[in-house]
């Protein structure tokens, strides 16, 4: 935590640089129907197992957004904080059986109390929890905290995905520590693809800190950078233009949480899922 606090200044004033390296960043390829495309993942996406996910499919765009992630059958991938396994239903199939599904979570020497003992939990009780969603045995599904990889695994993953958590990593207190363990986890050669939702570019800090779970698009790439990063594509294949996003009670106002309940509940959804940045990382030498 303390470690986090004073690196924060210096990384929230590499903001101030950030308009150059959007300009040099290779613009991302427009949304293809990346299921029809893709037999694999067409046939994960169909999945019976996936029958109660599969509503949020047009607000998550799994094929479009694993596809700029540049994943593959066969590749080793690192999913953050997989909660409820939403991704873990669609990548363990998809990866297939010369592929390898990882979840990781949260390193404990950045947390504690009820938080440290739910991560410190994780690698016990996520590959049983896996292996029921998708059939695959839980053998088959490795688990761990970030300040607990094996050696063996390190420099060995192709892909780490960090979905809609960034907003927790940063008031958190894990940025700096799982950063540099999800650093030494990927290949030289290995990426990061980061999806986060997305405050306008003018939105006040005191809105923008992780709290309200929006962020500025900035501040991620500036943050991610600081770590050992660099970014070279953004998609706005989850982007979506009718969220204002300046809810007073945050993110969790729209779908699929809806946290007004049945108050204005047609507005929100018809609104939809929060607007989201998706972002794409190489792992600095």
Known sequence: MRKAALISAALLAAVAAIPAVLQAAPAAPAPAAAAAADPEMAKALADPRRDKDRARDAFRHPAETLAFFRIKPGMTVADYMPSSGWYTRILVPYLGDRGTYIGITGSLNSAFGETRDRLAAFPSTFPGKAAGWTGVPASRIPAYTLD???????????????????????????????????????????????????AKADAPSNYTQG???????????????????????????????????????????????????????????????????????????
């Open 148 to 198: 607990a990889i094996p050696a063996e695994r390190k420099g060995t993953v192709d892909r780490v995905m960090i979905m809609r958590e960034v907003h927790n990593m940063w008031p958190d207190g894990f940025l700096y520590n799982d950063l540099a363990a999800i650093r030494a986890l990927l290949k030289d050669d290995g990426l990061l693809g980061i999806e986060e939702h997305r």
């Open 211 to 285: 709290t309200m779970g929006y962020m500025r698009e900035a501040d991620v790439i500036a943050l991610i950078e600081a770590h050992g990063f660099k970014l070279i594509g953004k998609s706005e294949v989850n982007a979506n233009p009718k969220d204002p996003a300046n809810w007073p009670d945050g993110v969790w106002t729209l779908p699929p949480v809806l946290s007004q309940k049945d108050k204005d509940r047609a507005k929100y959804e018809a609104i939809g899922e929060s607007d989201r940045m998706t972002l794409l990382f190489a792992k600095r030498p």
